[in-house]
C-alpha cells in the first residue's frame, strides 16, 4: 500500500563516517482521505434527509460529534499500523498542543459570553447601539451593531440571537423588507466573528497557523475594512423607511467588559488572560449593579463551558482524525494536487508562488466549508494543509490565518444550510434562501479578498 510510512535509512561503508539520520517519508494515499469523506457522507446525508422531511434545522439533527465516529472507526481499520499503534496516532492528534490550547480557549470564550449575557453585558450594548442609530439609517445602522456585538462576543449565533428579535420588530414598525434586514444582520454577524480575537474561527485559524491574534487581525483589517464600508454605502443606499426607536436605558458600566477584552487583545496580550479578565470584569459588574451573587457567577461559567461542548469535543476528534489521515498520506495527497494546481496556474516563483498559494488555501477551506457547514471544523481541517503550503511558497502565518478565516466566514454566511442562516430565518419566517441572497457583505468580501489576494503586493 502506497500509504505506508517508508523509512529510508542511509548507512555508508566508512566506519568513521557517521550515519545519516532517519527521515519518514508519507507516500501520498487518497485511500487515507476516504474517512473524511464517510464523515461529510453521513453529516450531509442526514441533513438532506431531515431537509426533505421539513424538519426545522434539519443539517443539525445528527450532531456532527456523532457523525465523525464512523469516520474515526473506518480510519483506524484501514491504517497499516498496529491497532495500538493507530489508537496512540488517535489520541496523539486530539492531545497535540494546538488542539488542546484551542479546547482551552473555546472554554473561556464560552464563559465570557455566558456571564456577559446574563448580567446584561448585551442587552447594554444593544441599546447603546441603538441610541447611536439615526431612524433614516436603521439597515447599515444594524449591520454596525450586529458587527459591533460579534466582535466584542466572539459569536455569530449569539449575536443573531440577541439582534434578530429586535431588528424584526423594527422591521416591521419601518415597513422594511424583511429579507434586507435579515441580510443585515447576517452580515454584521459574520463581519464581527471573523475579526473577534475571541471568535473560535479566530483561535483555530491562529493556533493552526502559528501566529498571534493581534496581528491575525490587523491583517484582516486589510480585507474587512474595504468591503464592510461598501457594503454599508450599499445598505443606506436601498434604505427605505424609518421609525422611532424607543428609548431604552443605556448602562455603559456593563458594556466596560466587552471594550475591555478588545483593547487587551488588539494590545497583544496573551489571550488566556485577556479572556480570564473579561470574565472577572463581567462577573464584578453583575455583582455590582444587580442581584447577582457569587454561586450564580460560578453556574454561569460552568454553563458557559457547557455552550462550547460541541465544538470542544468535535475538535479533538477532528484532530485525532486529522492525525489519522496525515499518517496515513492523506493530506499528503491533498497537498500534492494542490502543488499541482498551483504549478499549472503559476510557472513564476516568488509573488506570483506566493499569489497561487493563498488561492489554494480559500479553495480548500471554501470547499470544506461547504461540505460541513462549520467555518470553525473548516479551518481545523484544513489547517495543517494550509501551514504547509505557506512554508513552501513563502506566506506569512498571519496571512495564512487570515485566508483560512476569510474564505470559511465568506461560505459560511452564503449556504442556507448553515446555522446562521436558519437562525436569522426561523426568527424573520423566511427561507433560509432568502436570508443569504441578502448576506450582501458575505458576497462582496468574497470579490474584495480575491481582488487583494491577486493584486496587492508582496515584502
Same mark, same amino acid.
Request: aromatic share 8%.
Given at each position: 500500500?502506497?500509504? /505506508?510510512?517508508?523509512?529510508?535509512?542511509?548507512?555508508? &561503508?566508512?566506519?568513521?563516517?557517521?550515519?545519516?539520520?532517519?527521515?519518514?517519508?508519507?507516500?501520498?494515499? #487518497?485511500?487515507?482521505?476516504?474517512? /473524511?469523506?464517510? =464523515?461529510? +457522507?453521513?453529516?450531509?446525508?442526514?441533513?438532506?434527509?431531515?431537509?426533505?422531511?421539513?424538519?426545522? =434545522?434539519?443539517?443539525?439533527? /445528527?450532531?456532527?460529534? %456523532?457523525?465523525?465516529?464512523?469516520?474515526?472507526? #473506518?480510519?483506524?481499520?484501514?491504517?497499516?499500523?498496529?491497532?495500538?499503534?493507530?489508537?496512540?496516532?488517535?489520541?496523539?492528534?486530539?492531545?497535540?498542543?494546538?488542539?488542546?490550547?484551542?479546547?482551552?480557549?473555546?472554554?473561556? $470564550?464560552?464563559?465570557?459570553?455566558?456571564?456577559?449575557?446574563?448580567?446584561?453585558? %448585551?442587552?447594554? +450594548?444593544?441599546?447603546?447601539?441603538?441610541?447611536?442609530?439615526?431612524?433614516?439609517? @436603521?439597515?447599515?445602522?444594524?449591520?454596525?451593531?450586529?458587527?459591533?456585538?460579534?466582535?466584542?462576543?466572539?459569536?455569530?449565533?449569539?449575536?443573531?440571537?440577541?439582534?434578530?428579535?429586535?431588528?424584526?420588530?423594527?422591521?416591521?414598525?419601518?415597513?422594511?423588507?424583511?429579507?434586507?434586514?435579515?441580510?443585515?444582520?447576517?452580515?454584521?454577524?459574520?463581519?464581527?466573528?471573523? @475579526?473577534?480575537?475571541?471568535?473560535?474561527?479566530?483561535?483555530?485559524?491562529?493556533?493552526?497557523?502559528?501566529?498571534?491574534?493581534?496581528?491575525? =487581525?490587523?491583517?484582516?483589517?486589510?480585507? $474587512?475594512?474595504?468591503?464592510?464600508?461598501?457594503?454599508?454605502?450599499?445598505?443606506?443606499?436601498?434604505?427605505?423607511?424609518?421609525?422611532?426607536?424607543?428609548?431604552?436605558?443605556?448602562?455603559?458600566?456593563?458594556?466596560?467588559?466587552?471594550?475591555?477584552?478588545?483593547? *487587551?487583545?488588539?494590545?497583544?496580550?496573551?489571550?488566556?488572560?485577556? @479572556?480570564?479578565?473579561?470574565?472577572?470584569?463581567?462577573? %464584578?459588574?453583575?455583582?455590582?449593579?444587580?442581584?447577582?451573587?457569587?454561586?450564580?457567577?460560578?453556574?454561569?461559567?460552568?454553563?458557559?463551558?457547557?455552550?462550547?461542548?460541541?465544538?470542544?469535543? *468535535?475538535?479533538?476528534?477532528?484532530?485525532?482524525?486529522?492525525?489519522?489521515?496525515?499518517?496515513?498520506?492523506? /493530506?499528503?495527497?491533498?497537498?500534492?494536487?494542490?502543488?499541482?494546481?498551483?504549478?499549472?496556474?503559476?510557472?513564476?516563483?516568488?509573488?506570483?508562488?506566493?499569489?497561487?498559494?493563498?488561492?489554494?488555501?480559500?479553495?480548500?477551506?471554501?470547499?470544506?466549508?461547504?461540505?460541513?457547514? &462549520? &467555518?470553525?471544523?473548516?479551518?481545523?481541517?484544513?489547517?495543517?494543509?494550509?501551514?504547509?503550503?505557506?512554508?513552501?511558497?513563502?506566506?506569512? !502565518?498571519?496571512?495564512?490565518?487570515?485566508? *483560512?478565516?476569510?474564505?470559511?466566514?465568506?461560505?459560511?454566511?452564503?449556504?442556507?444550510?448553515?446555522?446562521?442562516? @436558519?437562525?436569522?430565518?426561523?426568527?424573520?419566517?423566511?427561507? !433560509?434562501?432568502?436570508?443569504?441572497?441578502?448576506?450582501?457583505?458575505?458576497?462582496?468580501?468574497? %470579490?474584495?479578498?480575491?481582488?487583494?489576494?491577486?493584486?496587492?503586493?508582496?515584502?
Amino acid at each position: 500500500m502506497t500509504d /505506508l510510512i517508508r523509512r529510508e535509512i542511509t548507512l555508508t &561503508n566508512s566506519t568513521n563516517a557517521p550515519k545519516a539520520p532517519a527521515t519518514d517519508v508519507i507516500a501520498p494515499s #487518497f485511500l487515507a482521505l476516504t474517512p /473524511l469523506f464517510l =464523515f461529510l +457522507t453521513l453529516f450531509i446525508g442526514a441533513g438532506v434527509y431531515f431537509q426533505s422531511q421539513g424538519v426545522d =434545522f434539519a443539517f443539525y439533527q /445528527l450532531p456532527s460529534v %456523532v457523525a465523525i465516529l464512523p469516520a474515526i472507526i #473506518f480510519a483506524i481499520l484501514i491504517s497499516k499500523q498496529k491497532l495500538n499503534q493507530s489508537i496512540e496516532t488517535f489520541l496523539a492528534g486530539i492531545g497535540h498542543s494546538n488542539i488542546i490550547a484551542m479546547c482551552m480557549i473555546y472554554l473561556l $470564550a464560552g464563559a465570557f459570553a455566558a456571564v456577559a449575557k446574563a448580567t446584561g453585558g %448585551v442587552d447594554a +450594548t444593544v441599546a447603546l447601539g441603538l441610541s447611536l442609530v439615526p431612524s433614516s439609517l @436603521l439597515l447599515p445602522g444594524f449591520f454596525v451593531i450586529a458587527a459591533f456585538i460579534a466582535t466584542a462576543m466572539g459569536t455569530s449565533m449569539g449575536t443573531i440571537a440577541a439582534v434578530a428579535p429586535i431588528a424584526l420588530g423594527v422591521a416591521n414598525e419601518a415597513q422594511i423588507d424583511l429579507a434586507i434586514m435579515a441580510g443585515a444582520v447576517i452580515s454584521g454577524a459574520l463581519f464581527g466573528d471573523n @475579526l473577534s480575537i475571541i471568535s473560535d474561527t479566530t483561535i483555530a485559524a491562529t493556533r493552526t497557523q502559528g501566529c498571534e491574534m493581534k496581528d491575525k =487581525f490587523k491583517e484582516n483589517l486589510i480585507f $474587512a475594512i474595504p468591503a464592510s464600508i461598501i457594503t454599508l454605502i450599499v445598505f443606506t443606499l436601498v434604505g427605505q423607511g424609518q421609525a422611532d426607536v424607543a428609548a431604552q436605558e443605556i448602562d455603559f458600566i456593563k458594556v466596560i467588559p466587552y471594550l475591555t477584552i478588545l483593547f *487587551l487583545a488588539v494590545a497583544g496580550l496573551n489571550v488566556f488572560v485577556v @479572556l480570564t479578565v473579561g470574565i472577572l470584569l463581567a462577573g %464584578v459588574t453583575g455583582l455590582l449593579t444587580m442581584d447577582y451573587g457569587v454561586i450564580q457567577f460560578g453556574q454561569d461559567i460552568y454553563a458557559g463551558f457547557g455552550n462550547m461542548q460541541e465544538i470542544f469535543i *468535535l475538535s479533538m476528534l477532528v484532530g485525532g482524525l486529522a492525525a489519522l489521515m496525515q499518517q496515513q498520506g492523506g /493530506l499528503a495527497f491533498v497537498s500534492k494536487q494542490i502543488e499541482k494546481l498551483i504549478s499549472r496556474f503559476s510557472k513564476a516563483k516568488g509573488e506570483a508562488s506566493c499569489r497561487a498559494s493563498e488561492l489554494g488555501m480559500a479553495g480548500i477551506v471554501a470547499a470544506t466549508n461547504t461540505c460541513v457547514a &462549520n &467555518n470553525t471544523v473548516s479551518i481545523v481541517v484544513t489547517g495543517d494543509i494550509a501551514k504547509d503550503l505557506a512554508k513552501k511558497h513563502g506566506v506569512t !502565518p498571519k496571512r495564512a490565518a487570515s485566508i *483560512l478565516d476569510i474564505f470559511s466566514c465568506i461560505i459560511q454566511g452564503l449556504i442556507p444550510y448553515g446555522a446562521q442562516a @436558519l437562525l436569522v430565518a426561523s426568527t424573520f419566517s423566511l427561507s !433560509p434562501l432568502e436570508v443569504v441572497a441578502h448576506a450582501w457583505y458575505c458576497m462582496i468580501l468574497a %470579490v474584495v479578498a480575491v481582488l487583494i489576494v491577486v493584486f496587492r503586493k508582496r515584502n
